[in-house]
T-cell receptor, first 113, second 112 residues
Framework: GESVGLHLPTLSVQEGDNSIINCAYS??????FIWYKQESGKGPQFIID?????DKRQGQRVTVLLNKTVKHLSLQIAATQPGDSAVYFC????????????FGQGTTLQVKP | NAGVTQTPKFQVLKTGQSMTLQCAQD?????MYWYRQDPGMGLRLIYY???????DKGEVPNGYNVSRLNKREFSLRLESAAPSQTSVYFC???????????FGPGTRLTVT
């Protein structure tokens, strides 16, 4: 079946540096990709999304890049702050407009002061 | 706006007991979802409801039932709890399109 995975379980960065979190997906028919942030003890929070007909999308301090050739998705966080410490999940939508998302296993981002 | 609320926050059940997890949203969203999250794992979809009056199975529906009581409320029922259902359960509702999902704070369930 489809799977969405992240390359690294934990990423440790220095405060102020840029962070890059990677995600590999397997379903070439997926038409929508989303990044969520989950802080300890809380539910996931929507960060940014991108449609499959786009290569790049920017938000506030975050950029998502999509490489459909190699089925790779990344989340870039500029000037990482302690408040960015969390688990980050990518998710894909493989089946139409239902919202039946498939989530990856998550990458823990640790920000060192 | 409270967003998505879930009750209870914590629950301990014995094997074979039943319970219902409650979820409500005040954002007038059509779609609602139930996920489970196991340690070190991403979220897996149990059931979803695209609109009031409709429900459909997700990736891991076995052992669960749902009810979309009205547009605001979507409940998840465990008829006979098993230790394998020990998990954190999240309810979500769909906003701008079904992909921008807003999550509740979760229910931590332990089945002994």
């Amino acid at each position: 079946g489809e799977s969405v995975g992240l390359h690294l379980p934990t990423l440790s960065v220095q405060e102020g540096d840029n962070s890059i979190i990677n995600c590999a997906y397997s379903n070439s028919a997926s038409d929508y990709f989303i990044w969520y942030k989950q802080e300890s003890g809380k539910g996931p929070q929507f960060i940014i999304d991108i449609r499959s007909n786009m290569d790049k999308r920017q938000g506030q301090r975050v950029t998502v890049l999509l490489n459909k050739t190699v089925k790779h998705l990344s989340l870039q966080i500029a000037a990482t702050q302690p408040g960015d410490s969390a688990v980050y999940f990518c998710a894909e939508n493989p089946t139409g407009n239902t919202g039946k998302l498939i989530f990856g296993q998550g990458t823990t981002l640790q920000v060192k002061p | 706006n409270a967003g998505v609320t879930q009750t209870p926050k914590f629950q301990v059940l014995k094997t074979g007991q039943s319970m219902t997890l409650q979820c409500a949203q005040d954002m007038n969203h059509n779609s609602m979802y139930w996920y489970r999250q196991d340690p070190g794992m991403g979220l897996r979809l149990i059931y979803y409801s695209a609109s009031e009056g409709t429900t459909d199975k997700g990736e891991v529906p076995n052992g669960y039932n749902v009810s979309r009581l009205n547009k605001r409320e979507f409940s998840l029922r465990l008829e006979s709890a098993a230790p394998s259902q020990t998990s954190v359960y999240f309810c979500a509702s769909g906003g701008r399109g079904p992909y921008e999902q807003y999550f509740g704070p979760g229910t931590r369930l332990t089945v002994t």
